[in-house]
Nanobody, 120 residues
Framework: QVQLAESGGGLVQAGGSLRLSCVAS????????MGWYRQAPGKQRELVAS???????NYADSVKGRFTISRDNAKNTVYLQMNSLKPEDAAVYYC??????????????WGQGTLVTVSS
């Protein structure tokens, strides 16, 4: 019913920047919240940042001051601007959303992930 498509991952040197994008599509009435998670090899998936429909944001302590999450409600898109990247930021980044589908049910969906590699 609802799908997410991420883009923007890649290889960057430490100190560099990347911008991730995630577009939601499908039978959407409204999107309540969107966020980015990441999972590094051998580690659990963790929340990086999230934003609600009212633009309330939340960040992991490890990325505060370096990453910025934003959303374009008209485009059902969420962005993650990542600056001053560190090798420990390397992971697969997943987009997640909580939305009301046209069936008027609340659904939580995940994207397939985009790989971010940071070289030292």
């Amino acid at each position: 019913q609802v799908q997410l498509a991420e883009s923007g991952g890649g290889l960057v040197q430490a100190g560099g920047s990347l911008r991730l994008s995630c577009v939601a599509s499908g039978r959407i009435v409204s999107i309540k919240k969107m966020g980015w998670y990441r999972q590094a090899p051998g580690k659990q998936r963790e929340l990086v940042a999230s934003v609600t429909s009212g633009d309330s944001t939340n960040y992991a302590d490890s990325v505060k001051g370096r990453f910025t999450i934003s959303r374009d409600n008209a485009k059902n898109t969420v962005y993650l601007q990542m600056n001053s990247l560190k090798p420990e930021d390397a992971a697969v980044y997943y987009c997640a959303a909580g939305a009301i589908a046209t069936s008027l049910t609340y659904v939580e969906v995940w994207g397939q992930g985009t790989l971010v590699t940071v070289s030292s």
